[in-house]
């Protein structure tokens, strides 16, 4: 008996060191797993912010230093025409010696530019408040209450969000057209406050919602608009953080509205201006980039939390 114990001990032993040795394993497997996930991940992360670091520390170089690194790209030949780049363009993150002459003549001595930056938050700005506000509204009726005519109506809304601005472009330039709001304000404004994709982001959400939420809130004597204003909005904070950040960036970055809707060049967005800065302005182009960039990136960065959020999150009260 006594040397059966022990036999049986011995095997213990021996399947807790297997055991061991295969969760090392197992452990060592998932840190590598771990660090190549990290490694790509840096790679692509490290790609996809080359451009907008180049825009940025170039924007601090002088005309002569860019035009001696990327010259030969916009070179033309005495017809205008594009010529044939013999020389390999050297990029180039850090400037020999900073300078701010870019800036001072965006800022400073080419108010134009200043213009159009103003012209695209007058155009963007009133978009993102009154189409959340509409949004906001619409997702309520749609999620409160169910029925078959508002499904409809909402399948209409996914119908038009997958369908690209091009297609709808001409039926908007027609409607703006009749409504004689043709080259105005109007004619961006209007079509992009009753855009849907705000209006199926919050729906799917507010879906998300305990119905039994609302119903206490019924039982102790609140109306249709308390239950909007005290339970929804706080409930779909991230939602709305989210939506906002997503249609700011979308019609920030518009240029097709703008050059159908808008036939005035002094009234186009920023946007537009930046692809008709010619190749001698190169310079300014790398500095006009960058203030561009600004709002755009900080909304970003102060909504990132909201927005990853709005994402995720599903629903309900949290604890």
């Keep these: ?4 114990s022990v036999k049986h001990a011995g095997d213990w032993a021996n399947q807790a060191l297997l055991d061991r040795h295969a969760a090392e394993r197992r452990k060592m497997i998932h840190i590598c797993k771990i660090g190549l996930a990290t490694i790509v991940a840096a790679f692509f992360a490290i790609l996809f912010l080359m451009p907008i670091v180049l825009t940025i520390t170039n924007s601090f170089m002088a005309a002569s230093e860019i035009s001696a690194n990327y010259g030969t790209i916009f070179a033309t030949d005495a017809n205008g025409g594009k010529v044939y780049i013999a020389e390999k363009v050297n990029l180039k993150f850090i400037p020999d010696m900073v300078s701010f002459s870019q800036y001072n003549t965006v800022l400073l001595k080419s108010p134009e530019y200043l213009l159009k930056f103003w012209n695209s938050v007058i155009l963007v700005g009133p978009i993102v408040v009154f189409q959340l506000i509409v949004a906001s509204l619409a997702s309520y009726g749609f999620a409160r209450y169910r029925g078959r005519l508002r499904e ?6 996914i119908i038009l969000m997958l369908m690209p601005y091009q297609v709808t472009l001409v039926p908007n330039y027609l409607v703006s057209d009749w409504m004689n709001i043709l080259d105005t304000n109007w004619a961006i404004w209007l079509p992009g406050i009753f ?10 959400f507010m ?8 119903e206490a ?19 779909c904070k991230g939602a709305i953080c989210s939506a906002a ?13 703008p050059l159908i ?8 967005p ?11 302005e190169i310079g300014l182009a790398f500095a006009v980039a960058t203030i561009y960039m600004v709002p755009s990136l900080l909304i970003f960065l102060y909504g990132e939390e909201y927005l990853v959020d709005g994402i995720t999150y599903q629903g309900g009260i949290k604890g």
């Design 1 to 4: 008996m006594k040397k059966k």
């Design 152 to 157: 409809i109506i909402f399948f209409a809304y």
């Design 195 to 204: 855009s849907p994709f705000a209006v199926f982001l919050l729906t799917k």
């Design 245 to 257: 950040i997503l249609v700011f960036i979308d019609y920030w970055n518009m240029v097709e509205q």
């Design 207 to 214: 879906r998300r919602i305990p119905e039994s939420v609302m």
């Design 261 to 268: 809707l808008l036939s005035d060049a002094e009234s186009h």
């Design 217 to 235: 809130a019924q039982i102790d004597g609140a109306g249709e608009w308390q239950i909007y204003r005290r339970i929804c909005m706080p409930l």
């Design 270 to 280: 920023l946007s537009v201006f930046l692809s008709k800065i010619n190749a001698g």
